[in-house]
């Protein structure tokens, strides 16, 4: 690169990383590999992200997330993680069907034991 794409490159950096060409290449160079390695880390956040809000989700009608994939893909049900993401957070019905849809298919899922759940004005001494 020459030395007008480097400075336009590092518009912004501080101190003389922004104005020192000496300086401003070595910085450009490691932003660019930077920039390359969290394009890819930022696909594996979000669907670690994905998978958490869907294991939310299904736990709260006593599934986890691997039986509860493992009875998707059994049904043949196509979802990909990001819309299971977005069902588990905007439509509680919509994933409640799926949960029960995924619990019939895979034989794992029908045993479940709900956690018990606190009487609501009752007082424990």
Known sequence: ???????????????RAKNCIRIARERVEKALQYSYRDRRNKK???????????NAGTRQHG?????????LK????QLNRKVL?????????????????????????????????KAEGSINA
Not at 44 to 54: K, T, V, Y
Not at 63 to 71: A, C, L, P
Not at 88 to 94: D, Q, W
């Open 85 to 117: 993401s977005e069902i588990s957070m905007h439509e509680p019905y919509s994933l409640k069907a799926l949960v029960d849809i995924s619990r019939s298919a895979f034989p794992g899922n029908k045993n479940v034991v709900f956690p018990p759940r």
């Open 63 to 71: 599934v986890n997330y691997g039986n509860f994939i493992h009875g």
């Open 1 to 15: 690169m020459n030395k007008k794409e480097i400075f336009k490159l590092a518009k912004g950096f501080r101190g």
């Open 44 to 54: 594996r956040d979000m669907r670690s992200l994905w998978i958490e809000r869907i």
């Open 74 to 77: 059994k049904e043949n049900i």
